[in-house]
């Protein structure tokens, strides 16, 4: 008999304006979450681990996943501070292993856990999607940050409508509402602000590629031996969008990226959380591809699509209509699934704001109707590559 995916939701707490009786509703079974409520450095203890557990295991679902562990700017920057931090997020692997919780997500993106500049884009249908555009993105880096050589980081077409745009377009309260949404966190958690992040931006430019590559590779090293006493698979995310921005170095963005990861680290707790959607934006990027080259150390899939311009923009599709080739995807995946013992775990990544939603306050991108869409196209592209291989 062929084996099912697990199908998962990310949920983010009893403040989540979609309720865990909404997710059953949809059909998931798994709960992916994480204690937002602790700060970025600080153990997660047992007890609050204890709680978020039951509560989703009482509305008769599974903690599957965890999304994320934050690992703290003094880890990422190798700071001489870092020690405690790195203890710290030892301890709160052990402590979600002993209540039963073994896949930890993160990401190793310098300040920004993820950026877009529009988060409500009409679609020709109504609903509201998120997007990145250059344009904008030039827009807050020149003039709003006033980042010190921005302009040379950007084509001279962008820099000019960027210019444009600034000089009439956008009013105050406008360019107010780009730095929020450039600067946006994860809901629940902190926002960055702009004195803290040219605060980073300097120890950045001296860490350059290589050097937050090589602190990566020191974390796993580091957390090795705890994750592999505890049975933890650790799942690094993309970088969203996967090019550097800002000044900011990347080191998780195309195939290359991923095998000197796994191949630095090679041990089976280094794993990937295959996001399609954020590895989707770049534009040399053959998902399919990366999918195949990795997939034996992906242990948490997200599944959303991207369709991009010929500049580079992106606005988030829907889940089976845009630029990444989605049927193909799957269908790697479903192959890798049946060689595993337990099933690989995806969740409907993002979704349109849509229906009733429209007129609904929702976190960006996890709005309910939109990923729940989303999760039944993934299912039956499941069920439809299962009939006939």
Not at 278 to 305: C, T
Request: aromatic share 8%; charged share 25%; with cysteine.
């Amino acid at each position: 008999m062929n084996k099912r995916f697990e199908q998962t939701w990310r949920w983010y707490g009893p403040n989540d304006p979609v309720s865990l009786q909404d997710v059953k509703q949809a059909g998931a079974t798994g709960i992916v979450t994480a204690l937002h409520h602790i700060g970025h450095g600080e153990v997660w203890p047992l007890e609050d681990i204890q709680e978020r557990k039951r509560i989703i295991e009482e509305s008769g679902l599974t903690w599957s996943v965890v999304e994320s562990v934050p690992v703290h700017e003094a880890i990422k920057t190798r700071r001489a501070d870092a020690g405690p931090y790195l203890e710290n997020y030892k301890q709160s692997l052990r402590n979600l292993a002993a209540c039963g919780i073994h896949i930890v997500t993160y990401n190793f993106m310098p300040v920004l856990d993820w950026t877009r500049t529009q988060l409500d884009l009409e679609m020709p249908n109504g609903a509201k999607a998120l997007y990145f555009d250059w344009n904008d993105l030039a827009v807050f880096d020149i003039y709003v940050l006033k980042r010190e050589g921005a302009e040379q980081d950007y084509p001279a077409s962008i820099v000019a409508e960027a210019k444009l745009r600034y000089e009439t377009k956008y009013s105050p309260a406008d360019l107010e509402e780009l730095k929020r949404v450039v600067l946006m966190g994860i809901p629940g958690e902190k926002d960055v602000t702009v004195e803290e992040f040219n605060k980073n931006l300097e120890t950045y430019k001296d860490i350059g590629l290589d050097g937050l590559l090589d602190n990566l590779l020191w974390f796993l090293n580091e957390i090795a031996e705890v994750c592999e006493e505890n049975n933890i698979k650790m799942a690094i995310h993309p970088d969203d969008p996967p090019y550097p921005i800002l000044g900011l170095p990347r080191i998780a963005s195309n195939k290359e990226d991923y095998l000197k990861i796994i191949q630095g680290v090679d041990k089976a707790f280094n794993g990937v959380c295959f996001c399609t959607g954020s590895l989707g934006a770049g534009k040399d990027n053959n998902v399919p591809e990366i999918a195949e080259a990795i997939k034996h150390r992906v242990y948490f899939a997200h599944f959303r699509n991207v369709k991009k311009d010929a500049e580079g923009n992106f606005f988030e599709a829907d889940h089976l209509a845009g630029d990444v080739d989605m049927a193909a995807v799957v269908k790697i995946f479903i192959e890798e699934n049946q060689r595993r013992n337990t099933p690989i775990p995806f969740r409907p990544d993002h979704g349109h704001q849509m229906l009733d939603d429209l007129h609904k306050q929702t976190n960006p991108g996890y709005s309910a109707i939109g990923r729940l869409r989303g999760l039944a196209e993934v299912r039956g592209l499941e069920l439809g590559i299962l009939s006939v291989i």
